[in-house]
């Protein structure tokens, strides 16, 4: 079973907005953060922001102000991350990936990670 579900994504111009969601599927844990990350070619894989359990959110500089984290109310996991890209860029292009940190525990993996979704800027 995938353990991550990632949906949204797609083409958009400059200036415009994407949603992207990431919802736990086949994980038997409760989730203490989910991440995503931004790969391109040729670069490592870049964290773009994460939001924990507890709704505590953070992002990198270059996307702070213009994306936004949300989740399901479950105060002990993450089960469903909502990110709203706004004011696009075209430097925003990259395969985002949905990682999953399960709550640590004794033979637990210590990630998840969804198959990536594809996010195009341009003109």
């Known amino acids: 079973q995938v353990p991550l579900v990632e949906s949204g994504g797609g083409l958009a111009q400059p200036g415009e907005s994407l949603t992207l969601s990431c919802a736990r599927s086949g994980i038997p844990f409760p989730i203490y953060a989910m991440n995503w990350y931004r790969q391109t070619p040729g670069n490592e894989r870049e964290l773009v922001c994460f939001?924990?359990?507890?709704?505590?959110?953070?992002?990198?500089d270059s996307v702070k102000g213009r994306f936004t984290l949300s989740k399901d109310i479950d105060r002990d996991s993450v089960n469903t991350v909502y990110l709203q890209m706004n004011s696009l860029k075209p430097e925003d292009t990259g395969v985002y990936l949905c990682?999953?940190?399960?709550?640590?525990?004794?033979?637990?993996?210590?990630?998840?990670w969804g198959q990536g979704i594809q996010v195009t800027v341009s003109s």
């Open positions: 939001i924990t359990a507890r709704g505590k959110a953070n992002y990198a």
């Open positions: 990682n999953a940190e399960p709550w640590a525990g004794i033979n637990r993996p210590a990630e998840y």
